[in-house]
Nanobody, 125 residues
Framework: QVQLVESGGGLVQAGGSLRLSCAVSGRTFSNYAMGWFRQAPGKEREFVAAISWSLGRTYYADSVKGRFTISRDNAKNTVYLQMNSLKPEDTAVYYC??????????????????WGQGTQVTVSS
């Protein structure tokens, strides 16, 4: 079965950096777009970033543009989220997700069929 396993979350001071990783198994990784979403306490899950299955085209939420970078290593079946200049409002559980269908890229969580368990990111002020 398809499994997504995130790592790299933790506690960091405002202005600091973290890199999240998400290792995928059970599916041809390179055929599918990957995304990162986050959910803060009391809020709905929101789109953070996505990367296309080929050419590595990237898409970002306005709130993280210029601070976060999504990338993928198809040889390692892994997607990354480099987070710089972190702010307290970035505090959330971060989830990686793989698109349900091949070849498309989306900002909508309903277009993603497989999800990781989530990793906590806490940014202190």
């Amino acid at each position: 079965q398809v499994q997504l396993v995130e790592s790299g979350g933790g506690l960091v001071q405002a202005g600091g950096s973290l890199r999240l990783s998400c290792a995928v198994s059970g599916r041809t990784f390179s055929n599918y777009a990957m995304g990162w979403f986050r959910q803060a306490p009391g809020k709905e899950r929101e789109f953070v970033a996505a990367i296309s299955w080929s050419l590595g085209r990237t898409y970002y939420a306005d709130s993280v543009k210029g601070r976060f970078t999504i990338s993928r290593d198809n040889a390692k079946n892994t997607v990354y989220l480099q987070m710089n200049s972190l702010k307290p409002e970035d505090t959330a559980v971060y989830y990686c997700a793989q698109a349900a269908g091949p070849f498309g890229t989306s900002r909508r969580d309903t277009d993603y069929g497989y999800w990781g368990q989530g990793t906590q990111v806490t940014v202190s002020s």
